[in-house]
């Protein structure tokens, strides 16, 4: 069965700091896709990044980076230069492929991030 | 603007008590879910569609009834509520045959407390 794992409940950061949020995963399919979503307080869930399994290079979006590992079955969150409005739960989640699986996502448990000033 | 909305955003319900919850897309997608949202549990899929029709049951779904009579709708009822069933909800929806990166569409979310 496929799995995603968070192992840090919460995490505080020095504001203007790097901060990585892990997440490992577990499938059986060679072909799947790990993101990021972002929710912060106000609720609603924001796409933050994406990785294929077939991807060669890891994934950036801005200030978002995905250190993907696939031998480790891993794909932490980078986030540099750290700001106030980063405060947020972070979670990793992965879509496996086709019909039959109706290209349903799991996620993890998440990770509560506080950004210090 | 096109996109993913619940309705009601919050509700209070006593024990016992049913409720639907509406989710309503413009995108014409084909899959559509209804999660919980619990603290520390991330989100768990309770029931999921392929199409107008057709539903299927995700990891938790005791306790709730869906319905897809309309592509764009998909219904979450709760039959007799109770205090487990206080969490937030949220309906998301996709594309069928869509790019593995291609993700969901989320609601704004419900927040549902069953007293």
């Known amino acids: 069965a496929q799995k995603i794992t968070q192992t840090q409940p919460g995490m505080f950061v020095q504001e203007k700091e790097a901060v990585t949020l892990d997440c490992t995963y577990d499938?059986?399919?060679?072909?799947?896709?790990l993101f990021w979503y972002k929710q912060p307080s106000s609720g609603e869930m924001i796409f933050l990044i994406y990785q294929g399994s077939y991807d060669q290079q890891n994934a950036t979006e801005g200030r978002y980076s995905l250190n993907f590992q696939k031998a480790r079955k891993s794909a932490n969150l980078v986030i540099s230069a750290s700001q106030l409005g980063d405060s947020a739960m972070y979670f990793c989640?992965?879509?496996?492929?086709?019909?039959?699986?109706?290209?349903?996502?799991?996620f993890g448990s998440g990770t509560r991030l506080s950004i210090r000033p | 603007n096109a996109g993913v909305t619940q309705t009601p955003k919050f509700r209070v319900l006593k024990t016992g008590q049913s409720m639907t919850l509406l989710c309503a897309q413009d995108?014409?997608?084909?899959?559509m879910y209804w999660y919980r949202q619990d603290p520390g549990m991330g989100l768990r899929l309770i029931h999921y569609?392929?199409?107008?029709?057709?539903?299927a049951k995700g990891e938790v779904p005791d306790g709730y009834n869906v319905s897809r009579l309309k592509k764009q709708n998909f219904l979450l009822g709760l039959e007799s509520a109770a205090p487990s069933q206080t969490s937030v909800y949220f309906c998301a929806s996709t594309r069928e045959g869509s790019p593995l990166n291609y993700g969901y569409t989320f609601g704004s979310g419900t927040r549902l407390t069953v007293v």
């Open positions: 569609s392929v199409g107008e029709g057709t539903t």
């Open positions: 995108m014409n997608h084909e899959y």
């Open positions: 499938t059986s399919d060679p072909s799947y896709g």
């Open positions: 989640a992965m879509r496996d492929p086709g019909y039959s699986s109706a290209s349903k996502i799991i």
